[in-house]
């Protein structure tokens, strides 16, 4: 019924900067919270910011000031900013949406979308 599409991924010197879009489609989904989580190969889904329909939001400590999370909901469509790109920020980013805040978080199976990953390397 709802499909994310992450887009904008690619290779980049550490210290530069891209940026992440997700477009859901399918239905506007009114009222829901959306997040970024990445994986990076032999790691666990980590948490790396959730933005409310309101606006409002929330950061992973290491992220915080230098990437920064958007959302357009006229285009259906929520961003990743990233800037001061190092190494360790190397992984699969997904977007995903839940109605419910808390399941979103947690970054688990319960959450209802999840796009399909777009791959950011950032080389040092």
């Known amino acids: 019924q709802v499909q994310l599409v992450e887009s904008g991924g690619g290779l980049v010197q550490a210290g530069g900067s891209l940026r992440l879009s997700c477009v859901a489609s399918g239905r506007t989904l009114s009222g829901y919270p959306m997040a970024w989580f990445r994986q990076a190969p032999g790691k666990e889904r980590e948490f790396v910011a959730r933005i409310r329909w309101s606006g409002v939001i929330a950061y992973a400590d290491s992220v915080k000031g230098r990437f920064t999370i958007s959302r357009d909901n006229a285009k259906n469509t929520v961003y990743l900013e990233m800037n001061s790109l190092k190494s360790e920020d190397t992984a699969v980013y997904y977007c995903?949406?839940?109605?419910?805040?808390?399941?979103?978080?947690?970054?688990?199976?319960?959450?209802?979308?999840w796009g399909q990953g777009t791959q950011v390397t950032v080389s040092s």
């Open positions: 995903a949406a839940d109605p419910s805040e808390v399941v979103l978080e947690k970054g688990g199976p319960g959450i209802q979308y």
